[in-house]
């Protein structure tokens, strides 16, 4: 994954997680509002093919430092407006359900 100015430049590099381990595909990715993390749900590719229903959820710094896993079942993270909860898909009883997370760690909250 890597990042760009808007205006233009070289794509920076984000690493996200302690390695490089070549079957870590980062599958999704939203910015927080501030612009200083990014969301991002990644999955492990051993066997199967990275389905985004799965995968894990984590917030790391735009520097690509500072990994933290917030889900290992998640898709489709968005930001709240204030930066403040990260809303995601998950399953939930082989439905798809949405859960609302504090940005900052803590319990998922199931709302639909």
């Keep these: ?8 430049g070289a794509a920076r590099p984000v690493l996200v997680g302690s390695d490089s381990d070549p079957k870590l595909h980062y599958v999704q ?4 509002p501030d612009g200083q993390q990014l969301a991002v749900v ?16 984590g917030i ?4 690509g430092t500072g990994w933290r896993l917030l889900s290992s079942i998640a ?7 204030d930066g ?11 439905l ?3 859960h609302l997370r ?3 760690g803590g319990n998922a909250e199931m709302i639909i």
Excluded: H, K, N, Q
């Excluded at 898709?75 to 407006?81: I, L, V, Y």
């Design 60 to 63: 790391v710094r735009a520097d």
């Design 84 to 94: 403040r909860w990260i809303a995601y898909t998950a399953i939930c009883y082989s």
């Design 29 to 32: 990715a939203a910015w927080s």
């Design 1 to 8: 994954m890597a990042v760009s100015l808007v205006e233009g």
């Design 75 to 81: 898709s489709s993270p968005t930001w709240s407006p």
């Design 42 to 57: 990644a999955c492990v590719d051993e066997l199967i093919v990275c389905s985004g229903a799965g995968d894990w959820l």
């Design 102 to 104: 504090p940005a900052d």
């Design 96 to 98: 798809r359900c949405v």
